[in-house]
């Protein structure tokens, strides 16, 4: 079987099920810590342990051009992709700020910046990672975004940078994307498999206007007929619709469930990306926490396919993985909620009659 079809591993339901029991007796209200409490289980069952943690932290940001911006999709031009991968290097962009921000908590946080395939190519940049496949996607309106061949490659590319997460012994991974024309990128591949209409799921990306969102629809719906009497299997409509940088988030994800490494999901892209690992991957969805709520209108199907609950709603639609690394701090909270609390018996206080 090829490797990415492979079953994730299997959350350790005897751990979860003591730290239910452990979140039932702590000195609360069942269930008054909400979403922190089951992010505290989720954390248990996927590290085995009765004392869930959270110290290190691998973030990757896969960077790619798309072919579709020959229709003029988007309110950036196409240059900037390889001009943010500069600015990646620099550390002036949002995620670059907020990996340092961490690591300056006492975080132990790395960040790679991988360009599968910008159109402008990239000089050697510092703390960029090259692994071209092609000088951008080919336009999806009119042929398949790339060969079955280059998807694969995406794919392994995504798989290969979480081994390395794992190897240093990251507690989670951040997959992180960059792409001018990505949301519509990303569209177009949750239409194509949720069967959903593109007026559902297209949305403003970068800052189109009314105009510009009409357009969007447009396109993508062209690229959905354009495909229409092609395979609906997952792989299929990753090569005729997707990016580079979205294929790698797709492996990235895949990898970390298969060999058990939680992921913190960021945006409407990487969900997109998580969406599409859980359908080539059984049981993936388990080792993914979903850190908010997109601005992109999109945003919320997706995640209600995952049967998703995000941990905020900020209004963010960056993207470069900035909401997963705002919610680190959230997660570790909730660990520190879990695992030091006292229990209504060591604090001598009544239980609920």
């Not at 000195?27 to 989720?42: M, R, V």
């Not at 299997?233 to 619709?241: G, Q, V």
Request: hydrophobic share 45%; proline share 2%.
């Amino acid at each position: 079987m090829t490797w990415y079809k492979n079953a994730a591993a299997d959350i350790n339901k005897d751990f979860q099920q003591r730290a239910m029991l452990h979140q039932a007796i702590l000195t609360k209200p069942a269930g008054s810590l909400g979403l922190l409490e089951k992010i505290a289980i989720q954390f248990a069952a996927m590290q085995s342990t009765n004392t869930p943690k959270i110290d290190k932290v691998h973030i990757a940001v896969f960077a790619a051009d798309h072919g579709v911006m020959d229709e003029n999709v988007s309110a950036f031009p196409q240059a900037v992709t390889a001009e943010m991968v500069r600015n990646f290097s620099r550390g002036g962009a949002a995620i670059s700020v907020l990996a340092k921000q961490l690591g300056a908590k006492q975080l132990n946080t790395s960040l790679d910046v991988i360009d599968l395939g910008t159109v402008i190519e990239l000089e050697e940049l510092s703390g960029v990672i090259s692994k071209r496949i092609a000088s951008g996607t080919q336009n999806f309106c009119t042929q398949s975004a790339m060969s079955a061949e280059q998807c694969e490659q995406a794919l392994k590319v995504g798989s290969d940078v979480v081994d390395k997460a794992f190897q240093s012994k990251a507690d989670a991974f951040i997959g992180g994307d960059m792409g001018i024309g990505n949301t519509t990128t990303s569209a177009a591949l949750a239409c194509a498999l949720l069967d959903e209409v593109a007026s559902k799921l297209v949305g403003p990306g970068t800052g189109v206007d009314a105009k510009g969102l009409e357009h969007k629809t447009k396109v993508i719906e062209k690229a959905l007929a354009f495909h229409s009497d092609k395979s609906t299997d997952a792989f299929t409509i990753l090569k005729n619709l997707g990016g580079f940088e979205i294929v790698a988030l797709v492996g990235a994800y895949i990898r970390a469930a298969q060999i058990g490494l939680p992921c913190i999901i960021d945006g409407f892209i990487t969900s997109v990306a998580a969406l599409f690992a859980n359908k080539l991957c059984e049981g993936a969805n388990d080792w993914f926490v979903y850190s908010h709520q997109s601005a992109e209108p999109g945003h919320s199907i997706v995640l209600k396919a995952l049967n998703a609950a995000p941990l905020l709603n900020l209004g963010m639609r960056l993207g470069e993985g900035s909401a997963a690394a705002n919610v680190v701090g959230l997660i570790q909270n909730a660990l520190a909620l879990h695992n030091n609390m006292a229990t209504f018996e060591q604090a001598g206080v009544s239980e609920k009659s």
